[in-house]
């Protein structure tokens, strides 16, 4: 594990993993081997300064949601969550091309979808197609791209209404799936999209796993064109919760710190929406005067926001031990009459 001189303050302690996050025997296997792995440093961690160059964070969480071993911090100057220490770039490679990700994200471990599961799960994704074309004249957007496509169920919608789609993913197999369904999707990242520009280029549940969400950005920013728009939707750090925190997710943005550090790159925000309770999404397009509003305050807001959720926990968490929540449940709901 390299040094950095990174300091931790502990704001409260690990919660208690109540009995909700079921885990199959062989999810508990994968992730008890990765622990280890991390701990004897099998698997290398590295500690990097915040992206506002500051090394000084509380602690939030030492394990995640699967119980893997994931220091979860928040900057004390500017209020963005992330790892502290994270996956070096080989542990990082490790995590996403053993399908160690994908296997142990849900219990009955990773699947392609089928074409009819796959059709069926594309008609829920008008929503993002509406958020993402939010503030923007659909019938200028000829050319979509996404970048972490999967099996390119977002583009397809863009396909079915005549545009010209184009998605990259690492994983060959959801790929393939998504060539099926007649879409142009290649495996890898940035270099599939060689010197084409788009009118609309999608990252959906992308930029939180980026090592350099920034310098990613700068990079995706050369294949928008002039008038193109970013569409970036990612989970929303305010709806703070234990199931949301992740050894994959290295950065939890508010809107407001996602607006702060993609200003430098010279653009701002065209329309915001809120996805669903735990994710946001904002487009973005080129302007002259990028947003300069700062982070005074978000750090406390985040600050009162986690204690308050680790109290509400806390309390939970007694009464499941006593066996009083359905009484309180019920207590609560007469109130609430
Ligand atoms: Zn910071």
């Known amino acids: 594990m390299s040094r950095a001189a990174i300091t931790k303050h502990r704001m409260f302690y690990d919660p208690s993993y109540p009995a909700e996050i079921e885990q199959s025997p062989r999810q508990v296997e994968m992730v008890q081997k990765y622990n280890r792995d991390i701990l004897d440093g099998t698997l290398s961690m590295e500690e990097v300064p915040c992206l506002c160059g500051s090394t000084e ?24 969550m992330q790892c502290q220490p994270r996956h070096t770039a080989e542990t990082n490679h490790w995590f996403y091309s053993s399908d160690y990700y994908r296997d142990t994200y849900k219990p009955g471990g990773f699947k392609v979808p089928t074409k009819e599961e796959f059709l069926a799960q594309a008609e829920s994704r008008s929503a993002l197609r509406e958020r993402a074309l939010r503030g923007l004249d659909p019938a200028r957007i000829k050319t979509v791209a996404e970048i972490g496509c999967a099996n390119g169920i977002n583009l397809y919608g863009f396909h079915q209404m005549g545009k010209e789609v184009f998605g990259c993913d690492l994983s060959p197999a959801m790929v393939e799936m998504g060539q099926s369904m007649g879409m142009n999707l290649q495996v890898g990242s940035l270099e599939t999209l060689g010197d084409r520009k788009f ?71 065209v329309s915001e929406s809120d996805a669903d309770q735990i994710h946001f999404g904002i487009v973005f397009k080129r302007t002259e005067t990028p947003p300069t509003s700062g982070l005074a305050g978000e750090y406390e807001m985040l600050r009162k926001l986690i204690t308050t959720v680790d109290r509400r926990d806390r309390l939970r968490d007694v009464l499941v031990r006593c066996h009083l929540l359905p009484l309180a449940r019920f207590i609560r709901r007469m109130f609430n009459r």
């Open 57 to 80: 964070f509380d602690l939030v969480a030492t394990y995640d949601r699967n119980r893997a071993y994931q220091p979860i911090v928040l900057c004390r100057n500017c209020g963005l």
């Open 199 to 269: 009118d609309l280029i999608i990252l959906s549940h992308v930029l939180e796993h980026m090592r350099d969400p920034v310098g990613e950005i700068r990079r995706i920013l050369r294949h928008l064109e002039d008038e193109g728009a970013l569409y970036i939707e990612v989970p929303d750090a305010r709806a703070f919760f234990l199931t949301a925190l992740q050894a994959a997710h290295l950065y939890y943005f508010t809107p407001r710190t996602l607006i702060h550090y993609l200003a430098p790159l010279g653009i701002a925000p």
